[in-house]
């Protein structure tokens, strides 16, 4: 019997989405909304370092320049706090993998701008499995 108002799937995965440029957030949060992901947004590092703290998510897609606290500077807290420091993070950037930041930390995915939506997709659920 299929109970009226009910959608939400079972072990849905939470997606934390920070981005400054709404227009490219919701774009992301669009087409991980449509793979079955539950997601939280926010509008930069010092968002989504709350965000993380409160909602805790099992993955973070961030982009890396942003106002208030850029993306390095919001991992480099999630990673102090025992409660975010495992959160497996994406980062999506042009600029930052090219001059070596992070390499060596293996929760850290990098995705070079541009990129597809495809990709974000596939690096996501790639993430997730590990």
């Known amino acids: 019997m299929c109970m ?38 926010a509008t930069d590092g010092a968002d989504g370092l709350e965000k993380a703290t409160k909602e805790n998510p099992d993955i973070i897609v961030s982009d890396v320049f942003m106002p208030n606290m850029n993306g390095f500077m919001m991992v480099e807290e999630l990673q102090k706090d025992n409660r975010t420091s495992k959160i497996p993070i994406v980062m999506m950037t042009g600029a930052a993998q090219g001059a070596g930041a992070w390499s060596s930390d293996a929760s850290i995915e990098y995705i070079e701008k541009p990129f597809s939506l495809d990709l974000l997709l596939e690096t996501v659920r790639k993430v997730l499995k590990s």
């Open 4 to 41: 009226a108002g009910v959608s939400e799937k079972p072990n849905k995965k939470k997606v934390l989405v920070v981005d400054d440029d709404d227009a490219f957030r919701d774009a992301i949060v669009r087409v991980l909304q449509d793979e079955g992901y539950n997601i939280v947004q």
